[in-house]
């Protein structure tokens, strides 16, 4: 099967893929590729492939939703991607987290129905976790740049403004501390194609303290940690 959404040629996708739901983080973020080439723009989902340390790396738009990253997985998976983490926002939980902060996800709860239902034709609800692998991997790369972290799950959303004043309080007792939009479907997913994932997530607001990061403080949160995911990336 050929792609549709994205009109990259086999070759010109990684196997090793960095996604980010923004397609101006992807372009921010492709800076750090030695000579970066853009292979996608359809639809908005920018694909740059480029080398970082002379491994080969592709970083790539997902957009936002469980829908959306699940197409682009499928797709990037069809041109040759195979390890993929998301570097993305999200909105914390449990007032022990700041804006600014990185969360290494280390598994993902989500509502039944709709894609999950789609894809495993039951109601059955799927482990939604990452690869042990990248995780470590991650965990391993933080710890040795010296970046504050935390580790826990998350809450993948489908409904951004369907949060109510009970919201925070019913997921973070359920053990999630922080709620974002596609880890899900990432993770889920990955396990159905023999695929390897994982996800890091800059909290940029807070639902028990409130308040939203700047763009330049994220921007230089994003690029702060960077490094760390990209150096995991590569020893995969």
Request: aromatic residues 10%; contains cysteine.
């Amino acid at each position: 099967m050929n792609p549709v959404h994205i009109l990259a040629k086999k070759g010109e996708v990684a196997e090793r893929v960095l996604i980010a739901g923004d397609p101006s983080r992807v372009k921010l973020l492709s800076t750090l590729l030695e000579e970066p080439k853009l292979v996608n723009e359809n639809r908005g989902f920018l694909v740059y492939t480029g080398k970082y340390k002379d491994v080969r790396v592709t970083i790539a738009t997902h957009g936002i939703g469980g829908p959306s990253i699940a197409i682009v997985l499928e797709e990037l998976a069809m041109l040759g991607g195979k390890v993929f983490i998301r570097y993305g926002t999200a909105g914390a939980l449990v007032p022990e987290l700041d804006k600014g902060d990185y969360v290494i996800v280390t598994g993902a709860s989500y509502n039944r129905g709709g894609l999950f239902h789609q894809y495993f034709k039951e109601d059955a609800c799927i482990s939604s976790t990452p690869d042990f692998d990248v995780l470590l991997a991650l965990y391993n790369s933080f710890k040795a740049k010296g970046l504050k972290f935390f580790t826990g799950t998350v809450f993948s959303s489908d409904a951004f403004y369907a949060e109510d004043e009970d919201f925070a309080k019913k997921w973070s007792e359920r053990g999630n501390i922080a709620v974002e939009m596609e880890c899900a479907a990432l993770f889920a997913l990955s396990k159905l194609r023999k695929l390897k994932s994982g996800a890091v997530v800059v909290i940029s607001d807070s639902l028990v303290k409130g308040g939203w990061i700047s763009k330049e403080e994220l921007e230089k949160k994003v690029m702060q940690g960077a490094n760390a995911i990209l150096d995991a990336l590569i020893n995969l």
